[in-house]
């Protein structure tokens, strides 16, 4: 218990970590031990000099990020049963070891016990990304854990951490491999093949956390003409084209998106006349286009990135998909999904509800969708359920 600084709670503050949420936020605490150092570990203290939880400290609201509500050293076997723990639970969900993709989150942050933590596999890559400074910080203990877990899965860790890391801690950090270095970075995802492109791209290079929502679509594709909107690797287009539609056409803001939409389609398909791209505005090509499409997918960045910014993005999110509703043919599918951590179920869902008042539709919900299993929700942490999305049939 002496072997980490301290920080001490106010008075009554202790009240959500004894329900294991794993956040002290900056006005909980009263005194932080002399000399503590942003992402160093620390144990966590009640105002009546109770144990109760051991992370990483960070500047910011959120000042430590809890690792552990055990008394316990945050070492190498910290670390391997961690790992071990999260491979496993991938393993019983046929990610891992899976003869249909080789691409899965391994680490999912809070959703795995690990905030400030993210792991995606790519075949024989996984890509590592810290959010937090103390993550940073360890990055090469974990990495040396991780190869030893993962047994022969992996052979090469990229860290990717330049976007993702607080700024103002200077800490000169930079992209590139721990171990190994490989220049193979195509991965599959049910039995689909996917350039992922971990050195430029977003996230870790690929959104993985659509991947079943993408088998959905594939399922409703059969002779329709889709849009893709924002496109990004155009994953929903290649599992569209599976699929069987008729056309599909992938739109990006992004040359290099579009680009790369437009290799995925090659790497799947020897022949993808059915398949067109366009580099242009999301809300400049739907003003144009008439009622040609009866599938239409809106999967946006994130609108709402901190909670000042959700009154914007709820309105954002009901003009894209007034819009939408606006265009699609009678009988039409329209995918819609919000990534933004701070717009909630219903807030997502009161914004489509407008959207379908203001093009005076007829609108009757299929599904209600959400991110996969490999990326999980700590149940004591509901701020990780980020990914919202809805199924929609338009008459």
């Not at 950090?173 to 093949?193: P, R, T």
Request: net charge neutral.
């Amino acid at each position: 218990m002496d072997k980490y600084r301290k920080v001490y709670l106010r008075k009554g503050k202790e009240q959500s970590l004894d329900r294991f949420h794993p956040w002290v936020f900056s006005g909980a605490i009263a005194h932080v031990d002399d000399g503590v150092d942003e992402g160093e570990v620390v144990n966590v203290f009640s105002s009546d000099g109770r144990f109760i939880a051991v992370g990483h400290y960070q500047i910011g609201s959120i000042s430590v990020r809890v690792l552990s509500f055990d008394d316990c050293d945050i070492d190498s076997k910290f670390w391997s049963a961690s790992l071990k723990g999260a491979l496993e639970m991938r393993i019983a969900l046929g990610l891992a070891d899976s003869s249909a993709g080789d691409t899965y989150r391994l680490v999912h942050g809070e959703g795995d016990f690990l905030p400030g933590l993210v792991i995606d596999v790519y075949g024989k890559t996984a890509v590592m990304q810290a959010h937090s400074v103390g993550m940073h910080m360890m990055r090469n203990d974990i990495a040396r854990e991780l190869m030893a877990v993962m047994g022969g899965r992996i052979d090469n860790i990229y860290y990717k951490s330049e976007t993702t890391l607080p700024f103002k801690a200077e800490l000169g950090q930079e992209d590139g491999f721990i171990c190994g270095g490989s220049a193979d970075n195509v991965a599959v995802e049910n039995g689909l093949k996917f350039y992922v492109d971990w050195l430029k791209g977003q996230k870790t290079g690929f959104f993985i956390d659509q991947r079943d929502n993408r088998s959905l679509l594939e399922h409703y594709s059969a002779g329709r003409n889709v849009l893709n909107m924002f496109c990004y690797t155009g994953g929903f287009s290649v599992y569209a084209m599976r699929g069987g539609a008729a056309s599909v056409h992938s739109v990006d803001s992004s040359a290099k998106a579009i680009e790369l939409t437009e290799k995925n389609v090659e790497l799947n398909f020897s022949s993808h006349e059915r398949h067109a791209a366009y580099c242009e505005d999301a809300f400049k090509y739907l003003d144009k286009v008439a009622d040609k499409y009866n599938l239409i997918i809106l999967d946006p960045p994130a609108f709402a990135k901190h909670r000042g910014a959700l009154h914007n993005a709820l309105k954002g999110y009901t003009r894209l998909n007034a819009k939408a509703l606006e265009k699609i043919q009678p009988g039409g599918i329209l995918f819609t999904f919000s990534c933004s951590q701070v717009v909630t179920k219903d807030n997502f869902r009161n914004a489509v509800f407008t959207a379908a008042t203001v093009a005076r539709r007829k609108v009757r919900i299929l599904h209600q969708l959400h991110q996969p299993a490999d990326h999980p929700i700590n149940i004591y942490h509901p701020e990780g359920e980020y990914l919202k999305g809805l199924v929609l049939y338009v008459e």
